[in-house]
């Protein structure tokens, strides 16, 4: 299993602070065997724009390499993103 090096937080939008709005996105993202992700894609999401922030973050998070018999392989990940409005 790949340790995660850099996490970033996906940011709410400013948008729709004003509604207060919750929801969750689900991804679906490869992480490359250099340990990047990449890939990512939306299974599903409450709002268009919690899907946004949720890929950006992601996309930006890295991983060690994962090696299968000594070699570096890809693994597929689900990631679920929640989001709730705090003044």
């Not at 995660?4 to 937080?9: C, P, S, Y």
């Not at 599903?44 to 919690?50: D, K, L, R, Y």
């Not at 998070?61 to 409005?85: G, K, R």
């Amino acid at each position: 299993m790949p340790l995660k090096f850099v996490d970033m937080r996906p940011v709410y939008p400013a948008s729709l602070a004003s509604t207060g709005t919750s929801g969750n996105v689900l991804l679906r993202a490869i992480i490359g065997t250099d340990g990047n992700v990449r890939d990512v894609a939306v299974v599903s999401a409450t709002n268009p724009e919690f899907a946004t922030s949720a890929v950006t973050a992601v996309r930006q998070w890295e991983f060690s390499e994962t090696l299968l018999n000594c070699q570096a392989m890809e693994v597929t990940m689900n990631v679920i993103v929640n989001f709730d409005y705090r003044p």
